[in-house]
């Protein structure tokens, strides 16, 4: 028999050695040689009786609840590696759904910030692009009219003329703005009513504002008792006792009516889009009449300035 026969023990058994009398045998018990020997049976458990006589198998017990009896030296197999299994996947999943939750509120966050147009109501989307298409169309004429006066200053002898008329025309259009000359054209006669409330500051200042994003050149107010006020950039609005209305200084009774000299179509649409001027005096209890003008007539004047350090220069 090889060595590797012998080494593995799948050789032939060794020939029987005599062994003398009285020494221990050295070889080792079959059972320790091969692995295919069944095990030992199990050795009975002892059986214990409680006080009611009744008696319990302590070998059925630790097979149902999975413990061990004490003192049988036996622990049980794999529940050890099982509970470290489950506290991992118990520790990734709480992980997971914390990460998940940290990213929606980041999320929702984001979303109720949003400083864009997407949270911006209907009626004010509908109002911004009303203005700025109206003002498109008014900066589109001013570029036809400026590139028109350059080419007609730039043709000699007939620049010359047109520049002086060029200069009488802006003088004009100034003195307008200033509010130191009258005007009168094409325009709207704007009424505002009380009701329960006063008409309040705010909301003619409102109104104003509108008419100048509509194209509104010129522009008075007058009250119930006939007296007017020029509306130029500078002119401030403040709420007076009762009914009264502050302007420049100015106090003025209900109603209230704005003569506004421009496109007449464009500025009544600039009043009445929802959530307007229109739609806020109604809501105060007043009311907003709008009547179209041929030809409106802003004769009130604004005291020119008194200028205390510039002078002209020629």
Do not use: C
Not at 31 to 42: I, Q, W
Not at 70 to 90: D, E, K, L, N, Y
Not at 248 to 253: H, I, K, N, V, W
Not at 254 to 278: H, K, Q
């Amino acid at each position: 028999m090889s060595d590797e026969h012998r080494e593995t023990g799948t050789g032939w058994p060794q020939p029987a050695v005599p062994v003398p009398a009285g020494e221990p045998d050295p070889r080792p018990d079959a059972d320790e040689l091969s692995p295919l020997v069944p095990d030992a049976p199990t050795p009975d458990v002892p059986v214990e009786s409680d006080d009611d006589g009744a008696t319990v198998n302590l070998a059925e017990v630790a097979s149902v609840s999975g413990e061990v009896p004490a003192g049988s030296g036996a622990s049980p197999v794999g529940s050890g590696a099982a509970g470290r299994r489950v506290s991992s996947a118990t520790v990734m999943i709480a992980a997971l759904l914390a990460l998940l939750g940290f990213t929606l509120v980041v999320q929702l966050k984001t979303t109720s910030t949003d400083p864009t147009l997407a949270a911006t109501r209907q009626e004010d989307l509908v109002r911004i692009f009303s203005d700025l298409d109206s003002r498109e169309k008014r900066l589109q004429q001013d570029i036809e009219a400026l590139e028109d006066s350059q080419r007609q200053l730039r043709s000699g002898e007939q620049g010359r003329q047109a520049a002086l008329e060029e200069a009488t025309k802006r003088a004009d259009e100034l003195g307008i703005l200033a509010g130191t000359l009258p005007a009168r054209g094409p325009g709207l006669a704007v009424r505002f009513e009380p009701g329960g409330k006063p008409i309040r500051a705010d909301r003619v200042l409102d109104a104003v504002q509108e008419l100048r994003g509509a194209g509104a050149e010129a522009m008075q107010i007058s009250g119930g008792d006939r007296a007017s006020a020029r509306i130029i950039a500078s002119t401030y609005f403040l709420d007076g006792p009762g009914d009264v209305l502050v302007v420049d200084g100015r106090a003025l009774t209900g109603p209230f009516t704005i003569t506004v000299i421009g496109d007449p179509e464009t500025m009544r649409t600039a009043l009445n889009i929802p959530g307007g001027v229109a739609a806020s005096v109604r809501g105060d209890g007043g009311n907003v009449s709008v009547e179209d003008r041929e030809v409106a007539e802003v004769s009130a004047l604004h005291a020119p300035l008194k200028l205390e350090h510039a002078r002209p220069v020629s």
